[in-house]
């Protein structure tokens, strides 16, 4: 059987790029060619931009009840395509069964939550400072957006980065990532077939040789008036970088370096499995992923005695063709090199290896858990996207929360303690966007989306004041008011 191709979506077409340029999509963990998709050219994104930029005109006045219909629709349209997601994301990016719920459901759950957010979409109105006037403001769509999706969690991330803005009146143009284009155009197949008018949304993918070049192009493009990308922080700050040559803003989730502080009088075997879940789902391939452990010294044996025990029941490989196994390989040998370095730079740097081989099979790597690790560490300081933790042991919790701040990242943590007192203001003194009480770090509440407060994580969340311009509309009085200069004309 052929492998699949997936076409790029400009203007409510699914077509091939315009030179017939194509890229390979490989399996992960075999190296198979899995599907081929089309390499947009710099004319396939010109012409993605110029249909977002028409279909703005009449999309940003559309009617809320129309846009919330259509998403609700497309979630409906999406729940039904299960089977075909969980072959693409298998197929594409190696996810496992425990990892394929919070990508579908996610995703359903994403357009679901968007249709709801436009009853949100309104303003407020007031007399206006001058006597006989009054004042409006309406909250209104900012234009063409350009979305950036990672291959990780690629449908439910590629609902959050379209859903919230388009349901704002914005229109999209989503570049997927070139590890898992099929699996972010399903989504996209699902809005049009949900009704969705031509030009809001276009879907582009890109070699990840043309990559830089074609997201430059787009940027740098007049219509396109706002960014979001989640990913890596180094390629974020490349956007930031270029979005700020245009005086652009962006909202960035660039990932996490997550921690979980785990005090003297600890449930130690509940956090334990809460530690390694978010430790070893998606091999760590995600920017909640728990990496760094700090435990008070009366809790640590226990601890270390729990997670040393789960870390090594794990196993990695095939999930698929090995029932042994309960995780997936890395998206790439080379991350999987890259982690095994930093495992090694620790070693070096007096760090202790508890549980791993410091060795990889292609892109499979097996869990690690590491003590005696420390700022300044390229291994706690940097994010490792893979099946790795860290565990550093302290005296006392100022030490513990000094230690969780300790880091460039502000996503999500963790504090496990028996004493709510105490548990809220541990929470509240780590610097995290989100912060979990007795739980994983791999949670996050409707309430705020996930986003964290600066520094390698980013900036900016997709709810709706990210996506809205508030804008103001001044009634003036019937009656004339004198204008200066020209009101003492005789």
Not at 39 to 64: F, G, H, N
Not at 256 to 278: E, F, M, N, Q, T
Not at 363 to 383: S, T
């Amino acid at each position: 059987m052929a492998p699949v191709f997936t076409p790029l979506y400009i203007d409510g077409e699914w077509r091939p790029a315009s030179n017939g340029a194509t890229f390979e999509v490989r399996n992960p963990t075999s190296g198979e060619i899995v599907g081929t998709a089309a390499a947009a050219s710099a004319d396939d994104c010109a012409a993605a931009v110029q249909a977002a930029e028409r279909a703005y005109k009449t999309w940003e006045r559309s009617p809320l009840p129309l846009r919330r219909d259509i998403l609700i629709k497309a979630s409906d349209i999406f729940a039904k395509k299960g089977e075909e997601i969980e072959k693409a994301l298998r197929e594409e990016t190696a996810a496992t069964k425990d990892w394929f719920p919070g990508n579908f459901y996610g995703c359903v759950e994403q357009l679901r939550n968007a249709a709801a957010v436009t009853v949100l979409l309104k303003g407020e109105t007031a007399p206006s400072v001058i006597p006989g006037g009054q004042a409006f403001t309406q909250r209104r769509g900012i234009g063409p957006i350009l979305s950036i999706v990672p291959w990780n969690a690629p449908v439910a991330l590629t609902a959050r980065a379209i859903a919230i803005p388009i349901a704002c009146g914005n229109t999209v143009v989503l570049k997927t990532s070139e590890f898992s284009p099929r699996a972010q155009a399903i989504v996209v197949e699902a809005l049009a077939e949900a009704g969705l008018p031509k030009g809001v949304l276009n879907c582009i993918s890109a070699s990840k040789e043309d990559s830089p070049a074609r997201t430059t192009q787009i940027i740098s493009s007049p219509a396109i008036r706002k960014i979001n990308f989640t990913g890596g922080d180094v390629v974020g700050r490349i956007i930031a970088q270029e979005a700020a040559k245009h005086l652009k803003p962006c909202v960035l989730e660039l990932g996490g370096k997550a921690p979980v502080v785990v005090l003297d009088d600890a449930d130690v075997p509940r956090a334990a499995k809460a530690i390694a879940s978010s430790s070893l789902l998606n091999s760590g391939q995600i920017c909640m992923s728990t990496e760094r452990v700090i435990v008070q010294r009366g809790a640590s044996e226990s601890l270390l005695q729990h997670l040393v025990d789960l870390f090594k029941r794990v196993k990695a490989g095939d999930p698929h063709a090995d029932k042994t196994a309960s995780i997936g390989s890395l998206y790439s040998e080379h991350s999987a090199e890259n982690a095994i370095s930093m495992v090694k730079d620790a070693l070096q740097d007096g760090a202790k290896l508890l549980v791993g081989i410091l060795e990889r099979e292609g892109a499979i790597l097996q869990p690690h858990l590491l003590i005696d690790v420390r700022p300044g560490m390229r291994i706690w300081d940097r994010e490792t996207f893979a099946p790795i933790a860290v565990v550093a042991i302290v005296d006392t919790v100022d030490e513990a929360v000094d230690l969780a701040n300790a880091s460039d990242y502000s996503l999500v943590s963790a504090v496990w303690t028996k004493n709510v007192y105490r548990a809220f203001d541990v929470a509240g003194r780590i610097q995290a966007g989100t912060n979990n009480i007795n739980g994983p770090t791999m949670h996050v509440e409707k309430l705020h989306e996930n986003g964290g407060l600066g520094g390698s994580t980013g900036y900016g969340v997709f709810m709706v004041n990210d996506w809205t311009q508030l804008r103001l509309i001044v009634l003036h009085p019937e009656v004339e008011n004198p204008y200066p200069v020209v009101g003492t004309l005789p």
